[in-house]
């Protein structure tokens, strides 16, 4: 009886078929990586960039009979479609590809931060797959990306280490702001476009957007800091306007509160910034008043806003 | 006869005395139909009025009418309130009142977070009853403020030196464990010195010495152990105490933009009664004759 699927009951003609066959199919899948690889360098339209970019994002180019010796990791298509998703909005020019000599490797730099960052997306093993965008030197991930399931999710525990705390002393406030408002463009396209679910967490500035702290029932010491600290800063502390927490007006109309979300049951205290715009995000407030960044910073343990915890658990 | 005059007069008498009170009543009543809430202190206080409002010497008797309504206080206060509070925040615009019940009125200082609970307002006697010892912690501030010093300025000063005593005690433990090794060695070299009988006084002091020594660094070593939960305790010391410290700062900002100093606020508190009803003179809609 011949059984294809069994080598030893198939003449040799028979196997130099299937061999040939099986050749053929991994050629083929290296045909569709080309293609899909044109697509995503070359096009310019965004829904075929994003639909590039999904395949890729978990395509196996090896097959048992063909394997290509030079090839860039799943993770270095994240980047370059990054790169493109930018380019195509015209803000090409705001991030730097860079590779390695004599390996497929890549990674990235945003331009206005120049050489005091480098980041590169690394691959999820686990089976949430997706990848995290990282800073190479710090290993901070800022935020998550996950293209078969539309997600994209920033990570306010790293933009703090990264952006308020290691490099606050060598790089300007602006300087800063400029180079994550990249990353916020890069997200907002993704929700704007294609019906992305986007965290953006402390970046976040519409005035909706409650940011709950870590400590959920959070110690009274911690706001009478503020208040103290406000006071010595020639801004004053106020009864909030719920009566359960407290309100700090800033400048320019934008206004701070802090306050227990929930008026039975659990507490959840917050933050909030509110400005007519709403331009003005809680990590801005970090980036502009140090009174606020420090007081942040000596409490970060019961301050810290929350990720969300199914990815930065 | 003799008997039924008694009693007629006793009747008349009684008409007079419930008659008083109907007309008493009436006119607050009146009064009240007519916004007068100055016709109202008059009738609750006729004493207090007349000495001070109208600084009339005369001694007018008092008469208990007032008595009469006594037991509906919480609704009177309850109804001047509105006008009074009005009239307060011009005066007093870092006062904010709570009704925590009707007619009773708490005084909340300032609307900065954690604001004291200053104590109550008496509508009917158009009187602060201020919390004597928040009022006196705000006195002692003012007075401390010549001296350019806050309340708790010198507590403050005092914790903070003593958290500076443990964290130099934290910083020595190297300097420490230096010094327990090289006692250690002197305590080796000491037994084995050789004990001559006319010498074995003079080693066993040198001896206890070192003991003695190692002793004290091992009491600093705990100290030193605890300190970082102790500096912990006194940086919340402080923090209640600076707390304190900003809130009287503002109460104090809050005083001197509206009175200058705490003597004119004190001098304007005295003289509220007066001055609250002097400004309704003649201000209410439909005043309602004054009966003298």
Redesign the interface.
Do not use: C
């Given at each position: 009886m011949i059984n294809e699927n069994d080598p030893s009951t198939l003449t040799t003609s028979g196997r130099l078929l299937n061999y040939n066959e099986a050749i053929k199919d991994g050629l083929q899948t290296g045909l569709t990586f080309t293609k899909l690889m044109d697509q995503l360098i070359r096009t310019t339209d965004p829904n075929e960039l994003v639909d590039a970019a999904t395949q890729l994002a978990d395509f196996k180019l090896d097959s048992d009979y063909v394997t290509f010796p030079h090839q860039y990791s799943n993770a270095d298509y994240y980047l370059l479609f990054m790169s493109r998703m930018l380019e195509l909005h015209d803000q090409g020019s705001q991030v730097i590809l860079q590779s390695r000599d004599h390996r497929e490797e890549l990674t990235q730099q945003l331009t206005s931060l120049g050489d005091r960052g480098t980041f590169n997306f690394r691959v999820e093993t686990s089976e949430n797959g997706g990848v995290f965008y990282r800073e190479r030197a710090t290993g901070q991930s800022l935020f998550y990306l996950n293209l078969e399931r539309k997600m994209f999710r920033f990570n306010s525990h790293a933009l703090t280490q990264l952006f308020i705390i290691d490099l606050h002393d060598t790089v300007p406030a602006e300087t800063v702001k400029t180079s994550v408002q990249v990353l916020l463009d890069f997200a907002r396209y993704l929700k704007e476009d294609y019906g992305y679910s986007v965290d953006f967490n402390i970046l976040d500035a519409a005035n909706r957007q409650n940011y709950a702290v870590r400590a959920a029932d959070l110690p009274a010491?911690i706001?009478?800091?503020l208040?103290?600290a406000a006071?010595k800063n020639d801004y004053?502390?106020?009864?909030g306007v719920n009566g359960n927490g407290?309100e700090i007006a800033l400048d320019k109309g934008v206004v701070v509160d802090i306050f227990n979300n929930q008026l039975e049951g659990q507490p959840e205290w917050v933050l909030t910034v509110h400005d007519d715009e709403q331009k003005i995000s809680w990590f801005d407030v970090l980036l502009q008043y140090p009174f606020m960044r420090d007081w942040y910073l000596e409490n970060l343990s019961d301050l810290e806003i929350k990720s969300d915890p199914l990815i930065f658990g | 006869m003799e008997n039924q005059e008694q009693q007629a007069n006793a009747a008349d008498a009684l008409t007079q005395v419930i008659a008083n009170k109907l007309d008493y009543l009436s006119t607050m009543q009146a009064a009240v139909q007519h916004g007068d809430d100055r016709k109202i202190y008059e009738l609750l206080d006729q004493v207090r009025y007349y000495q001070e409002v109208k600084k009339t010497r005369t001694n007018r008797s008092v008469n208990h009418l007032a008595e009469l309504v006594d037991n509906i206080h919480p609704q009177i206060s309850h109804y001047l309130s509105d006008n009074l509070i009005d009239y307060l925040g011009h005066i007093y615009p870092f006062f904010y009142y709570e009704e925590f019940t009707t007619g009773m009125f708490h005084i909340y200082f300032g609307?900065?977070?954690?604001?004291r609970l200053f104590g109550d307002l008496d509508v009917i006697n158009v009187r602060f009853e201020f919390d004597k010892t928040e009022y006196q912690k705000l006195r002692d501030s003012f007075a401390l403020e010549s001296q350019n010093q806050r309340l708790n300025t010198s507590k403050i000063e005092a914790i903070s030196a003593e958290s500076e005593k443990l964290q130099e005690l934290v910083n020595a433990q190297p300097k420490r464990d230096n010094q327990k090794t090289q006692l250690r060695e002197q305590l080796k070299e000491n037994s084995g010195k050789s004990s001559m009988p006319w010498e074995s006084g003079k080693v066993k002091t040198e001896r206890q010495e070192i003991i003695d020594q190692l002793t004290q660094l091992a009491d600093e070593d705990e100290k030193a152990l605890n300190a970082h939960k102790l500096i912990k305790e006194n940086d919340?010391k402080i923090?209640?105490l600076?707390?304190e410290d900003?809130i009287l700062?503002?109460e104090k900002q809050s005083i001197r933009e509206a009175f200058d100093d705490f003597e004119h606020f004190e001098a304007h508190n005295a003289s509220l009664y007066a001055d609250y009803l002097n400004s309704l003179l003649g201000k209410s809609e439909g005043e309602v004759t004054v009966d003298d």
């Amino acid at each position: 009886m011949i059984n294809e699927n069994d080598p030893s009951t198939l003449t040799t003609s028979g196997r130099l078929l299937n061999y040939n066959e099986a050749i053929k199919d991994g050629l083929q899948t290296g045909l569709t990586f080309t293609k899909l690889m044109d697509q995503l360098i070359r096009t310019t339209d965004p829904n075929e960039l994003v639909d590039a970019a999904t395949q890729l994002a978990d395509f196996k180019l090896d097959s048992d009979y063909v394997t290509f010796p030079h090839q860039y990791s799943n993770a270095d298509y994240y980047l370059l479609f990054m790169s493109r998703m930018l380019e195509l909005h015209d803000q090409g020019s705001q991030v730097i590809l860079q590779s390695r000599d004599h390996r497929e490797e890549l990674t990235q730099q945003l331009t206005s931060l120049g050489d005091r960052g480098t980041f590169n997306f690394r691959v999820e093993t686990s089976e949430n797959g997706g990848v995290f965008y990282r800073e190479r030197a710090t290993g901070q991930s800022l935020f998550y990306l996950n293209l078969e399931r539309k997600m994209f999710r920033f990570n306010s525990h790293a933009l703090t280490q990264l952006f308020i705390i290691d490099l606050h002393d060598t790089v300007p406030a602006e300087t800063v702001k400029t180079s994550v408002q990249v990353l916020l463009d890069f997200a907002r396209y993704l929700k704007e476009d294609y019906g992305y679910s986007v965290d953006f967490n402390i970046l976040d500035a519409a005035n909706r957007q409650n940011y709950a702290v870590r400590a959920a029932d959070l110690p009274a010491g911690i706001v009478d800091r503020l208040f103290v600290a406000a006071a010595k800063n020639d801004y004053m502390l106020t009864n909030g306007v719920n009566g359960n927490g407290a309100e700090i007006a800033l400048d320019k109309g934008v206004v701070v509160d802090i306050f227990n979300n929930q008026l039975e049951g659990q507490p959840e205290w917050v933050l909030t910034v509110h400005d007519d715009e709403q331009k003005i995000s809680w990590f801005d407030v970090l980036l502009q008043y140090p009174f606020m960044r420090d007081w942040y910073l000596e409490n970060l343990s019961d301050l810290e806003i929350k990720s969300d915890p199914l990815i930065f658990g | 006869m003799e008997n039924q005059e008694q009693q007629a007069n006793a009747a008349d008498a009684l008409t007079q005395v419930i008659a008083n009170k109907l007309d008493y009543l009436s006119t607050m009543q009146a009064a009240v139909q007519h916004g007068d809430d100055r016709k109202i202190y008059e009738l609750l206080d006729q004493v207090r009025y007349y000495q001070e409002v109208k600084k009339t010497r005369t001694n007018r008797s008092v008469n208990h009418l007032a008595e009469l309504v006594d037991n509906i206080h919480p609704q009177i206060s309850h109804y001047l309130s509105d006008n009074l509070i009005d009239y307060l925040g011009h005066i007093y615009p870092f006062f904010y009142y709570e009704e925590f019940t009707t007619g009773m009125f708490h005084i909340y200082f300032g609307n900065w977070w954690d604001r004291r609970l200053f104590g109550d307002l008496d509508v009917i006697n158009v009187r602060f009853e201020f919390d004597k010892t928040e009022y006196q912690k705000l006195r002692d501030s003012f007075a401390l403020e010549s001296q350019n010093q806050r309340l708790n300025t010198s507590k403050i000063e005092a914790i903070s030196a003593e958290s500076e005593k443990l964290q130099e005690l934290v910083n020595a433990q190297p300097k420490r464990d230096n010094q327990k090794t090289q006692l250690r060695e002197q305590l080796k070299e000491n037994s084995g010195k050789s004990s001559m009988p006319w010498e074995s006084g003079k080693v066993k002091t040198e001896r206890q010495e070192i003991i003695d020594q190692l002793t004290q660094l091992a009491d600093e070593d705990e100290k030193a152990l605890n300190a970082h939960k102790l500096i912990k305790e006194n940086d919340d010391k402080i923090l209640v105490l600076s707390k304190e410290d900003t809130i009287l700062n503002y109460e104090k900002q809050s005083i001197r933009e509206a009175f200058d100093d705490f003597e004119h606020f004190e001098a304007h508190n005295a003289s509220l009664y007066a001055d609250y009803l002097n400004s309704l003179l003649g201000k209410s809609e439909g005043e309602v004759t004054v009966d003298d």
